[in-house]
């Protein structure tokens, strides 16, 4: 398995912006698609974005489309999450993944399918 270390989490007011990273210990082309996931208090934890084993094909899920965006260094180690126009419904502890294979972005919709998880970063948005 791969290991995953979140960081670049924090607070922010309604409309801002943050990038969080995800360092893998080690390249995951072409053995990995990769996903963000978020969770919430009191609720399950959800994909937000995914990309596809190679890095060609990426997925969001509605609530964020046009707002944030997933992307890989070109070492394929580090994953990011561009996240803009920041809500407060935005708020949660934010992990990345790994699910060993050929996979698709829209695999983040089945968060039981990943085997490797990072420590989680935590995202706060005040309004």
């Known amino acids: 398995q791969v290991q995953l270390v979140e960081s670049g989490g924090g607070s922010v007011q309604a409309g801002g912006s943050l990038r969080l990273s995800c360092a893998a210990s080690?390249?995951?082309?072409?053995?990995?698609?990769m996903g963000w996931f978020r969770q919430a208090p009191g609720k399950e934890r959800e994909g937000v974005a995914g990309i596809s084993t190679g890095g060609g094909i990426t997925y969001y899920a509605d609530s964020v489309k046009g707002r944030f965006t997933i992307s890989q260094d070109n070492a394929k180690i580090t994953l990011y999450l561009q996240m803009n126009s920041l809500k407060p419904e935005d708020t949660a502890m934010y992990y990345c993944?790994?699910?060993?294979?050929?996979?698709?972005?829209?695999?983040?919709?089945?968060?039981?399918?990943?085997?490797?998880w990072g420590q989680g970063t935590q995202v706060t948005v005040s309004s």
């Open positions: 080690r390249n995951t082309y072409g053995r990995y698609c």
């Open positions: 993944a790994a699910r060993g294979g050929v996979c698709l972005g829209d695999t983040i919709r089945w968060p039981h399918s990943f085997g490797s």
